[in-house]
């Protein structure tokens, strides 16, 4: 497949957007939402016997023509692509997500994430993360806190570096209680500067996408996980709930999964999928 053979309309069909797309503020945040909202993030590609290859027209083959998702590295590039197709001034970034698990930074080149110029303003989007990650871009300009439905944001600056934070939902309103996402800067990189830590996250133990398969994507309401033999429901807070984050877990037979990834997230698998959940070993390097 080449370039040629990628098309602008097709991919926003994909994701399920028709209205005029031109390089402006709602669109880009619509189109931002609509990716969320119609492409996985998964890695099941590396646990169905295959490998990940950051060139744009496999990617678009991919995500668009066989209608699967990706990690950050194919979501966010292929993201790119179609943002520059429809006029915008798109840049790659770099950027260290926070370990849950050791409560340190991934090595440079961890994350890929992009910046947006529009009209003088920068916003940082990526529908290439999961969990927390943010449903409409969030502005660059600022460092005060930017809310999203039952979620809060903020991005601090300290020197050069930038972090993303989020405030968990029992936590919101509280002066200074603040989780760090991940953290990167704004210089300019090339997708090829990725391709190491690619393969690192495709075939190391210290890595979730190759400890675990998963399958994530965003729902009117909620959320739709599905990792190793597990399948979960979230359901965001809304005033009946009082801000109470409802999650429901279905324990999956082997035998279930490739119905329930073809049901629930449109995806269907070349080859059988290795279900995998397992422990992620601390990396030997801390950032």
């Given at each position: 497949?080449?370039?040629?053979?990628?098309h602008?309309?097709?991919?926003?069909s994909?994701i399920?957007?028709?209205?005029?797309?031109?390089?402006?503020l709602?669109?880009l945040r619509?189109?931002?939402?609509?990716?969320?909202m119609?492409?996985p993030f998964?890695?099941?590609?590396?646990?169905?016997?295959?490998?990940v290859?950051?060139?744009?027209p496999?990617?678009?083959d991919k995500i668009?023509?066989?209608?699967?998702?990706?990690?950050?590295?194919e979501?966010?590039?292929?993201?790119?692509?179609?943002?520059?197709?429809l006029?915008?001034?798109v840049?790659?970034?770099?950027?260290?997500?926070?370990n849950?698990f050791?409560?340190?930074?991934g090595?440079p080149?961890?994350?890929?994430?992009l910046?947006v110029?529009?009209?003088?303003q920068?916003?940082?989007?990526d529908?290439?993360f999961?969990?927390?990650?943010?449903?409409?871009?969030?502005?660059?300009?600022?460092?005060a806190p930017?809310e999203?439905?039952?979620?809060v944001?903020?991005?601090?600056?300290?020197?050069?570096?930038h972090?993303?934070e989020?405030?968990?939902?029992e936590n919101?309103?509280?002066?200074g209680d603040?989780?760090?996402?991940?953290k990167f800067?704004?210089e300019?990189?090339r997708?090829e500067?990725?391709?190491?830590?690619?393969?690192?996250?495709?075939s190391?133990?210290?890595?979730?996408?190759?400890c675990?398969s998963?399958?994530?994507v965003l729902k009117?309401?909620?959320r739709?996980?599905f990792?190793?033999?597990?399948l979960?429901?979230t359901?965001?807070p809304t005033?009946e709930?009082?801000?109470?984050?409802?999650?429901?877990?279905?324990?999956?037979?082997n035998e279930?999964i490739?119905?329930?990834?073809?049901?629930?997230?449109g995806i269907?698998?070349?080859n059988?999928?290795?279900p995998?959940?397992?422990?992620?070993t601390?990396?030997?390097v801390?950032?």
């Amino acid at each position: 497949m080449t370039a040629a053979e990628m098309h602008v309309q097709e991919y926003l069909s994909r994701i399920g957007f028709s209205c005029p797309a031109v390089p402006s503020l709602d669109v880009l945040r619509s189109v931002h939402t609509c990716h969320l909202m119609s492409v996985p993030f998964e890695d099941l590609t590396i646990h169905s016997g295959g490998q990940v290859q950051l060139q744009l027209p496999l990617l678009y083959d991919k995500i668009v023509n066989h209608r699967r998702g990706g990690f950050c590295y194919e979501n966010n590039s292929l993201f790119s692509w179609l943002l520059t197709k429809l006029g915008f001034q798109v840049t790659l970034l770099s950027a260290q997500v926070k370990n849950a698990f050791t409560g340190r930074y991934g090595p440079p080149f961890d994350h890929l994430i992009l910046m947006v110029n529009l009209e003088g303003q920068r916003w940082l989007c990526d529908v290439g993360f999961g969990v927390p990650g943010f449903s409409v871009p969030l502005s660059l300009e600022t460092s005060a806190p930017q809310e999203q439905g039952h979620r809060v944001y903020r991005i601090r600056r300290d020197g050069g570096m930038h972090f993303l934070e989020w405030q968990k939902e029992e936590n919101r309103g509280v002066e200074g209680d603040w989780t760090e996402i991940y953290k990167f800067t704004l210089e300019s990189r090339r997708l090829e500067d990725f391709k190491e830590m690619c393969q690192y996250h495709q075939s190391s133990p210290s890595s979730i996408f190759f400890c675990k398969s998963l399958c994530t994507v965003l729902k009117p309401g909620g959320r739709l996980t599905f990792i190793g033999h597990k399948l979960i429901t979230t359901t965001f807070p809304t005033l009946e709930t009082e801000g109470v984050l409802e999650t429901t877990t279905r324990e999956l037979k082997n035998e279930e999964i490739p119905g329930i990834l073809a049901d629930k997230f449109g995806i269907v698998l070349k080859n059988p999928l290795i279900p995998k959940d397992e422990v992620i070993t601390p990396p030997p390097v801390m950032y």
